[in-house]
């Protein structure tokens, strides 16, 4: 397993955080291991403010999920797009909220005048397959999810 790709994952997983604070982040402390290795007093000084983000233990539990997710991924072909890649799509480069990672199966022209994203159900999707062992059930299963996403 690619251990960066453990750390991208936790990383985008990070409740609250846009791309300008993930900068920021990234930028202070050199990559995304130097973030979950960090004291909570580190990440204080350097965020200023009071946050779950600096709970020891909510950031190993993002390095253990991240675990599993890269797990599957790298198992299921699944191909990860991280905001710092130069692939990243231009367009969701100047959107606030745009996510830190996509997840495609497949090709895709991400650079072309009109691209879909579906990111908010996605990574669920994902992460209940996961974290309920759905893979391990027979026959392999499909789902959908229906609703407005945006």
Request: aromatic content about 12%; overall charge neutral.
């Amino acid at each position: 397993m690619e251990d960066s790709l453990v750390y991208r994952i936790a990383f985008a997983s990070l409740r609250g955080i846009n791309r300008v604070m993930a900068e920021q982040l990234l930028a202070h402390f050199g990559d995304e291991r130097n973030f979950f290795e960090a004291t909570e007093r580190q990440l204080s000084s350097v965020m200023g403010l009071k946050s779950r983000l600096f709970d020891d233990a909510y950031r190993k539990s993002l390095i253990e999920r991240g675990k599993r997710q890269a797990d599957f991924l790298m198992s299921s072909g699944v191909k990860t797009l991280y905001f710092t890649d130069e692939q990243y799509p231009q367009r969701l480069c100047d959107a606030d909220d745009a996510p830190l990672m996509l997840f495609s199966i497949g090709g895709a022209d991400k650079s072309a005048s009109s691209i879909t994203l579906r990111p908010e159900n996605t990574a669920g999707v994902v992460r209940a397959y996961i974290e309920h062992n759905i893979s391990r059930q027979s026959p392999p299963q499909k789902f959908w999810y229906f609703g407005p996403m945006f």
